[in-house]
């Protein structure tokens, strides 16, 4: 080989080895374009995330948005804001008030061993009733059932004092209230199984219409107002004539049949 033909080799494979390097550090200067590119968008994404969590986490809750909706009073409500609840004969002197919390398992045990005494008691006369609902539940549990069963309790007494009364039962006994930790009654789908118990609810189109579309939130918000203003601590609480009805030697709302009995007789007679 001659010397001009090895200089023009060794000539042509620098030039192959010059192409190759400029190609090589155009791709790196490409790779890393990318790689700076894809961090500053991954930088951006999780900006907007963080931005997009902080917004989210400032919307206000169903319920606060709740609280700004216009009050829909149920009929057989009275007050300002339809929060008094009083029912039964207009010939009876005194009222029984209840103070009650949907969710709450004592005012279950209540309802399943006492109600059904007071409910006789009621209609022969005896008192009338004023309801006073709470949901303080769902602030120490945590959840909403209290403030819906609420809503759904006022959609019952949209429809008539009866109703509301049953439905109110119905919700209390063994077979339909949940565990205080179970927010059941968070479900519009699950009040109205238990509304389909009673007569004057079951299949009526306007009381499901009311429930599931909350018509009476903000009544149920007023109402728990209502209670937390009382000085009530705890349900269920009993008063007739701003006196608490309790067990004997108890700060506590009668238990039986017997211990109920005698603290409404001596309230009555008082």
Excluded at 104 to 129: H, I, M, N, R
Excluded at 179 to 199: N, Q
Excluded at 251 to 257: E, I, L, R
Aim: contains cysteine; hydrophobic residues 40%; neutral net charge.
């Amino acid at each position: 080989m001659s010397k001009r033909n090895s200089a023009a080799a060794k000539t042509a494979a620098r030039e192959r080895l010059r192409v190759e390097r400029e190609r090589q550090a155009k791709r790196t200067k490409i790779k890393r374009q990318v790689i700076v590119a894809c961090s500053v968008v991954g930088v951006l994404a999780a900006a907007g995330g963080i931005g997009y969590a902080v917004v989210q986490n400032n919307k206000p809750t169903y319920w606060e948005e709740a609280a700004d909706n216009p009050l829909v009073k149920p009929a057989n409500t009275t007050g300002e804001n339809g929060t008094t609840v009083v029912m039964g004969k207009s010939t009876a002197k005194k009222t029984l008030v209840m103070y009650e919390d949907p969710r709450c398992p004592v005012c279950a045990q209540f309802e399943q061993t006492v109600g059904a005494t007071v409910k006789s008691d009621y209609d022969a006369g005896k008192f009338k009733l004023q309801f006073v609902g709470a949901t303080f539940l769902d602030r120490g549990l945590s959840g909403e059932g209290s403030k819906n069963a609420l809503s759904a309790l006022g959609a019952a007494l949209d429809v008539s004092p009866e109703a509301f009364l049953e439905y109110k039962t119905a919700m209390y006994s063994a077979k339909w209230h949940p565990e205080e930790s179970d927010d059941k009654f968070k479900d519009d789908s699950y009040l109205i199984k238990v509304a389909d118990t009673v007569p004057a609810l079951k299949s009526n189109a306007k009381f499901q219409k009311a429930v599931t579309d909350g018509t009476f939130d903000k009544w149920a918000l007023e109402m728990s107002e209502t209670f937390d203003d009382s000085g009530v601590s705890g349900t269920p609480t009993l008063k007739m004539d701003g006196k608490s009805l309790t067990a004997p030697g108890s700060d506590n709302a009668p238990m039986t049949v017997a211990d109920f009995t005698t603290a409404l007789d001596a309230a009555l007679k008082a």
